[in-house]
């Protein structure tokens, strides 16, 4: 069975949307990808650390889904990241509400001992340095390393965004944030030149629009499917990404070919996680409920055409 | 062989775009249509007005493209419309910079009588009593009535729009039009209720982010073509539904599944159009050339999946 190491946040949510508002619930973007990631038949440890008030039943969620939290470090007298946002009407925007980085702040990830020869690395979005940090615990090169991040990094941290994105295969990323890492506006002009900075294959996440998969001249399309009522976005970027790193450890197969279909698994993934509030979708997922969805997907874009 | 009605603007262009801008250029929306059909084994007749300025070149133009334009009505002491706009630096947005209607002002289409039997109706954006008109001709109905509008329409003569879209087949509707035409902002609640106004077959333009087919609990999903370089989208829409009602008037198959073919040559000559300014692109396009690109979105879109 492969092994997935997954980076990222394990984090308390407050969510406002127009269809009602939560209080603290569980999220971060470690999580997302690790409940979207178990939906494979894969050996995957999420990296991360919480406060003292993180609930075990939430650590049991995960290891329930057959997620290793051996790497979660727990600070017992500190307090768990929060993120706080508040959706606008069309579901794709937000303010960010009330951030307190926390244990985060001083977040030094430990990649356990058992999970150093993982052939797939999944580095959610944080600090690129903290991204770096786990490559550099890795005494190979894992066979797939892949990284996720956010236009803040670019604001704030880009050297060493540049530095991490050096050592990576896959990188995902939304359309604004590759314009901005680029400044291409074209987003075919945009892949090449994030080609050029390290990374062989860049996929480029359009929220409702779906997602573009780059690599070489080869491009594929992925659309999100047509949703009655996205109810929370939150996550779904993260689930993308969870379902793509899942798909690629099960399948062990990091071809064009594959990596088309984990963009399609990972769209698929994507277009649960955002009918609830936060991970709430996510945690009871069924494999027969993902083939039925995987179908639609199919009816959605598979067609026949003659050229003669 | 099939025939074709189109009826839509015969006008002139003058187009600024980050790279460049023209002079009075051939342009309107029934041009756009009548050049895309062309590329079909079909009858087409385009059904318009021009003024005495009108180019005989232009009209050359399109009969050397088997487009029938004894339709096109010349008013030798009239002018022809005249649009100019000015696309911003995204090309996603345009100001219009000036709009003379000149002999479009008293527009009263006549569609030529060998044309009156004629199975497919392509109504370009016009004003909707002006394109009711064009149906109030036929003796028998069409076996299938195409419909462009915009917002303008809905702005300043929406009970006729809803009187006109009550007897057409398919409407092609940009994303921000079916919002407005419906109040929902989920595209696939908006189609819901435009299904409900008369057509059964609703197809939405997203633009760069391809279009969207939907009828009865059926959606598909073409991209557009990702391109390096946006040059002029002027005339996208209308190429893709002359693409769309050239397809189906050739192959005679109202059915959904070749609908879907339909929508992906549209697609395909829409990414021609917005290749060089105005019409241009579209002026001397091969067969060869667009089956080499109908290639490249097969392999844009279709994956393998294994369903266990």
């Known amino acids: 069975m492969s092994k997935l190491v997954i980076v990222g946040t394990v984090a308390f949510d407050a969510i406002e949307t127009p269809f009602g508002k939560t209080d603290k619930i569980l999220g971060g973007a470690g999580t997302f990808i690790g409940l979207a990631a178990s939906n494979f038949n894969v050996d995957s440890a999420v990296v991360s650390i919480v406060g003292g008030d993180f609930p075990q039943d939430y650590l049991d969620l995960m290891s329930d889904r057959n997620i290793d939290v051996s790497g979660i470090e727990i600070v017992k007298e500190g307090k768990t990241f929060f993120w706080s946002g508040k959706y606008h009407n069309d579901m794709n925007s937000r303010d960010t509400l009330v951030t307190e980085l926390n244990v985060l702040a001083d977040f030094e990830p430990k990649v356990p001992e058992n999970y150093k020869d993982a052939e797939v690395v999944m580095l959610g979005n944080l600090h690129p340095s ?21 236009n803040f990094w670019m604001d704030c941290a880009l050297e060493e965004l540049h530095n991490t994105i050096k050592h990576v295969d896959v990188i995902t990323i939304n359309d604004e944030e590759a314009r901005q890492l680029t400044g291409e506006y074209s987003l075919v002009v945009a892949a090449r030149k994030i080609n ?87 945690q009871n997922l069924t494999a027969s409920e993902i083939h039925k969805r995987l179908d639609q997907f199919k009816s959605l874009t598979q067609f026949e055409i003659e050229l003669n």
Chains 1, 2 share one sequence.
């Open 196 to 282: 050029e900075m390290g990374p062989k294959y860049v996929v480029i996440k359009k929220g409702e629009h779906g997602a573009l998969l780059f690599h070489d001249d080869n491009v594929f399309y992925a659309p999100a499917l047509p949703l009655e009522e996205v109810f929370d976005p939150t996550g779904a970027g993260d689930t993308f990404a969870g379902g793509f790193a899942g798909y690629l450890a099960k399948t062990a197969d990091y071809s064009f070919e594959n990596m088309k279909t984990a963009v399609i698994y990972g769209s698929t993934l994507a277009s649960f996680c955002v009918e609830k509030f936060g991970t709430e979708r996510m």
């Open 130 to 150: 903290v991204q770096m940090s786990v490559l550099n615990q890795m005494p190979t090169k894992p066979k797939m390393v892949i990284l996720d991040t956010m």
